[in-house]
């Protein structure tokens, strides 16, 4: 009946392979369960494999490859997912043994951010991302079609073509490639206008203070996002749930605001291509004015994901950027191991709960301190004609007395110190720093 009709969903077996003597970085392979299931898999089996050397030919070696057959039997399987990256050779020769689809680690990854991707902008950079990965890895498909023209000299086939087109003629394979290439250059065309009017807009952010949101997939940084701002960020306990970048206005009080921007979830080994693509979308992290590095303490891989966003980081030139670190779904820790671990080797990080509201005013607080970087009260003589210098103060501090005088105006504004370069280049007649003060406050609420 057509009622009753569904989508098959696909029986995967996950393989993850080490050398011996490396520290296994996901020994339950449990990181990959979740991306093949995010993908729409039912797990059905996990393998593991210890050894000398990789394989060149099957990565695993011709042994666990005929095991992994009898296990494919066995559990009615249909794809082969690896924890790996594999050489398009490796995958070929797998393929060729197991007869069902392999996959590895990268190929699953940017699978997910092809169904996740919503915006042309999202669309654009997870198509160049799979283009990349898929060039090298192109086979020849249609073998009448070996020899688009040309022949081999005096012989029948040698006809097919006028003088100057014999020869061996144009391969399939050899078409397919320059029709990739040229898709791949005509998207990055098209990625670079994106990043150019990405740039205006950053650029037109320049007063504001940006923060942005930092971690790794489903750490809690959509829901952490949507409690400080009320965005309305789509949020669902699944990885690589949010792509696109959102910026929304955050009101600290006191008439503070700043620009909070929520970015796309780093996991271990993130595609190099992905990356690349992605560029546009990881340029608010790479503007920003303080990072909040969002950890999930819940998980038992906190360590490990923390250490990966650093390196994805590190890898976009973020690596020396201002960071404030957040322990996110203190509301679900069972053990408190975890948190006193992180919070010994963090101790300005903050213990949080996105979802209930748990240390959320600290937060403000610590964003506040790192918006004004210590507030000093300044004297300003201005001319009548440079009225960017009173917009600019009226903006970015608070303003305690204005005198008018013939000549010009005196002002005496409250401001935070990262605002005085941009001050200075408005070039204003004098500034004189009167009172500075830093403001001192108590976090302790987050530590208990």
């Not at 992605?278 to 990072?291: G, I, P, Q, R, S």
């Not at 404030?324 to 903050?350: H, Q, V």
Request: proline share 2%; charged share 30%.
């Amino acid at each position: 009946m057509r009622e009753t009709l569904q989508v098959r969903q696909e029986r995967a077996i996950l393989v993850g392979a080490t050398l011996k003597g490396e520290k296994e970085l996901d020994p339950e392979l449990k990181e990959l369960e979740a991306l093949a299931v995010t993908a729409g898999a039912i797990v059905v089996d996990k393998f593991k494999q210890r050894m000398d050397r990789y394989h060149p030919a099957t990565y695993i070696g011709h042994g666990k490859a005929e095991q992994l057959v009898g296990r494919i039997k066995r559990f009615d399987a249909n794809v082969i997912i690896f924890d790996n990256d594999l050489t398009p050779g490796q995958i070929r020769e797998l393929e060729k043994i197991a007869a069902v689809k392999v996959l590895d680690r990268s190929e699953l990854i940017l699978d997910i951010f092809a169904t996740r991707a919503k915006t042309m902008q999202a669309k654009l950079q997870v198509e160049l991302a799979q283009l990349e990965y898929t060039y090298p890895r192109l086979t020849r498909m249609w073998h009448h079609l070996d020899t688009v023209v040309g022949g081999g000299g005096g012989t029948a086939a040698g006809s097919v073509g006028a003088i100057g087109t014999r020869g061996p003629g144009e391969k399939q394979l050899e078409i397919d490639r320059r029709l990739v290439q040229k898709r791949i250059s005509a998207l990055r065309d098209e990625l670079a206008a994106i990043d150019k009017r990405k740039l205006r807009e950053i650029d037109g952010r320049r007063r504001s203070f940006k923060v942005c949101l930092v971690g790794y997939t489903n750490a809690g940084k959509s829901t952490l996002m949507n409690s400080l701002t009320d965005a309305g960020v789509f949020v669902e306990d699944r990885l690589f749930a949010t792509l696109d970048t959102r910026t929304r206005k955050w009101r600290l009080g006191g008439g503070d605001e700043v620009l909070l921007s929520d970015t796309v979830g780093f996991v271990r080994h993130l595609p190099h291509h992905l990356v690349a693509s992605f560029k546009a979308t990881l340029e608010e992290a790479v503007n920003a004015d303080l990072l909040l590095h969002v950890v999930d303490i819940s998980s038992e891989e906190a360590t490990e994901q923390l250490k990966s966003v650093n390196e994805v980081l590190r890898e976009i030139g973020c690596g020396e950027k201002q960071t404030l670190m957040l322990l996110n779904k203190a509301d679900m820790l069972s053990k408190r191991s975890m948190l006193e671990t992180l919070s010994t080797t963090y101790p300005d990080a903050l213990c949080i709960s996105a979802k209930t509201g748990i240390g959320l005013e600290d937060v403000v607080v610590a964003v506040t301190e790192r918006l004004h970087g210590g507030e000093v009260v300044v004297r300003i003589r201005n001319g009548h004609a440079n009225g960017k210098v009173q917009s600019f103060v009226r903006a970015c501090g608070k303003v305690l007395k204005e005198t008018y005088t013939e000549s010009g105006v005196e002002l005496e504004v409250r401001i935070g110190r990262n605002y005085l370069p941009e001050l200075y280049r408005l070039k204003p007649e004098s500034v004189e720093e009167m009172v500075a003060k830093t403001p001192k406050r108590h976090l302790a609420a987050s530590r208990r």
